[in-house]
T-cell receptor
Framework: DSGVTQTPKHLITATGQRVTLRCSPR?????VYWYQQSLDQGLQFLIQ???????AKGNILERFSAQQFPDLHSELNLSSLELGDSALYFC???????????????FGPGTRLLVL | GNSVTQMEGPVTLSEEAFLTINCTYT??????LFWYVQYPGEGLQLLLKATKADDKGSNKGFEATYRKETTSFHLEKGSVQVSDSAVYFC???????????FGKGTHLIIQP
């Protein structure tokens, strides 16, 4: 158990809908990262937040957004969902907001999203 | 940009066999290298890491050495067990990129 929690574990929704995925980082970690794991694209970095502020952006679609709250939990919002958004979404956390070279990221169990 | 290449498998071995999963990378500068493992139905767990050339990461009988001259970070284990069956991901951090860059993952199946 990494100490990173994600809810819900599974989510089934329809095209065009909007969903919110939630992540709580390890106790004491200030930085949260979101990744998408799909069959065709593999594991891709989406976005990073550090202490409430956006720190870095990866391959995140404009239909997707995230935020980190004062208690450091984070939410990933996915809107106008398409079939291709079906994937496993992982949250990871690290102590500081250092570069991936410097800091180890600890991953949650993921949220499996199925868009029908 | 950065990239990680690893065999995708599935790789099927018998219990107690020697394991090698190859991983090569392309990156600018001097990235850190990681192996993560994903057991069925679970998230990614950090298996081992190395932060500079010639470093050896090790954990639970697994080892990998950061080879800058061959841009490789191959995962090895001397004697695998059925419980090692999982998907193994090689990843790099740094190299000018935000976030970790992952390989496609190698599905390992160990038969009793």
């Amino acid at each position: 158990d990494s100490g990173v929690t994600q809810t819900p574990k599974h989510l089934i929704t329809a095209t065009g809908q909007r969903v919110t995925l939630r992540c709580s980082p390890r106790s004491g970690d200030l930085s949260v990262y979101w990744y998408q794991q799909s069959l065709d694209q593999g594991l891709q970095f989406l976005i990073q937040y550090y202490n409430g502020e956006e720190r870095a952006k990866g391959n995140i679609l404009e239909r997707f957004s995230a935020q980190q709250f004062p208690d450091l939990h984070s939410e990933l919002n996915l809107s106008s969902l398409e079939l291709g958004d079906s994937a496993l979404y992982f949250c990871a956390s690290s102590v500081e907001g250092g570069t991936p070279k410097e800091e180890t990221q600890y991953f949650g169990p993921g949220t499996r999203l199925l868009v029908l | 940009g950065n990239s990680v290449t690893q065999m995708e498998g599935p790789v099927t071995l018998s219990e107690e066999a020697f394991l090698t999963i190859n991983c090569t990378y392309t990156a600018t500068g001097y990235p850190s290298l990681f192996w993560y493992v994903q057991y069925p139905g679970e998230g990614l767990q950090l298996l081992l890491k190395a932060t500079k050339a010639d470093d050896k990461g090790s954990n639970k009988g697994f080892e990998a050495t950061y080879r800058k001259e061959t841009t490789s970070f191959h995962l090895e284990k001397g004697s695998v067990q059925v419980s090692d069956s999982a998907v193994y991901f090689c990843a790099l951090g740094g190299g000018g990129a935000d976030g970790l860059t992952f390989g496609k993952g190698t599905h390992l199946i160990i038969q009793p």
